[in-house]
């Protein structure tokens, strides 16, 4: 009946609420109405889903000014229990249960950590539970938050090996043009790699803390790894069983890469953020990981090693103009990597299979 079975829908803040900030519960009823139908129909959904801080907002009248960041926390605390008791209701008029996950970038920092998450994720969804995923707003400040909940919902629908990844914005997709410009059209199809920067427009959603450049650097990403990507309007009637049913669904569709990726790649593909170390490398080094050979990361290559990391943590890849080429999994901790920079005949500081470049 579908063509997904295991779907990642990301909600997100534009949607989710109405002009004045505060939080829209005839369109979240209307969204928990059509996850409810799929769901009984047989498929899988994970719904990671923005809308806390507007909650929160809409319950309280401060007294005083606060700054940002204590503002978010304050906002979040309250409205992520009031968004939860939203769902839950909502979803129990359909006798769905749901279960609230609540994550921070930490969390998958660490691989115990990323696959306990996974687990807890997987239990819910083999007893019929919809995981409702946000992150921990009240403790998640400045280097410790996601970009936005679209990048959290990418390392969701990788992490669990979805099908399909759905971001619903309030725009159908992606413009030729800019979107408010009636002669503009929307992008039906992105192929695997396709350069996409001529179209999009770099400014911030109203409520939101990203905009549609970063749903189209996580979209490709995501797609890379071999999962479908679509951004479509959460705005419009229906959308998400259109989007399973209908081919022709007006939206902006990123064809996923037909090639396997292995789940320990889909964690070190989106891991640049959390990586402890630097390993610099030379042009000959740098040539040899991107040539059409698969190739590991050899000590002889290596120039300089910057930071303190532990065996099996991130690493980041940096040649020697300074260029970050990607990310691996090291192999030893970075006394033992120091002492080998230079020398031939050792194992290799990170395996390709361990590897992933930009």
């Not at 409702?132 to 990418?154: K, R, W």
């Not at 400014?203 to 749903?215: A, E």
């Amino acid at each position: 009946m579908y063509r997904y079975k295991r779907i990642a829908v990301k909600i997100g803040s534009n949607v989710l609420s109405k002009s004045d900030g505060t939080l829209d519960l005839e369109r979240m009823e209307s969204l928990v109405t059509q996850i409810a139908k799929l769901h009984k129909n047989g498929v899988e959904i994970i719904l990671i889903s923005s809308g806390a801080v507007a909650s929160g907002r809409s319950e309280l009248k401060l007294k005083k000014k606060l700054d940002p960041i204590a503002a978010r926390q304050l906002f979040s605390a309250v409205g992520q229990a009031k968004l939860i008791n939203h769902y839950y209701d909502l979803f129990a008029k359909h006798n769905i249960a749901c279960g609230q996950v609540l994550t921070t970038k930490e969390s998958f920092g660490s691989r115990t950590h990323y696959l306990t998450q996974k687990n807890c994720i997987s239990v819910m969804l083999e007893n019929n539970v919809v995981p409702i995923v946000n992150e921990n707003d009240t403790i998640s400040v400045t280097e410790l938050m996601f970009t936005d909940n679209d990048e959290l919902s990418g390392l969701i629908a990788s992490m669990m090996n979805m099908e399909a990844l759905i971001i619903l914005s309030n725009i159908d997709g992606i413009f030729d043009g800019n979107p408010n410009d009636p002669k503009s059209k929307v992008i039906p199809i992105v192929d695997n790699g396709k350069d996409l920067s001529q179209y999009i427009q770099t400014g911030k959603s109203s409520f939101g803390r990203g905009g549609m450049l970063t749903k189209t650097n996580i979209a490709q990403k995501v797609a890379e790894e071999g999962i479908t990507v679509i951004i479509a309007n959460g705005e419009r009637e229906n959308i998400l069983p259109q989007l399973l049913e209908n081919s022709d669904t007006i939206s902006t569709r990123f064809t996923p890469n037909p090639k396997p990726v292995s789940g320990v790649k889909k964690w070190i593909a989106h891991s640049e953020s959390f990586a402890k170390g630097e390993i610099h490398i030379n042009k000959k080094a740098a040539d040899a990981l991107i040539g059409n050979k698969a190739t590991s990361l050899l000590f002889v290559g290596i120039t300089e090693i910057k930071g303190d990391f532990e065996k099996n943590d991130i690493v980041k890849i940096i040649t020697d103009d300074s260029q970050i080429l990607g990310v691996g999994k090291a192999q030893y901790d970075s006394t033992k990597a120091r002492l080998l920079i230079g020398k031939k005949g050792q194992r290799p500081l990170i395996h390709y299979d361990y590897l992933y470049l930009d």
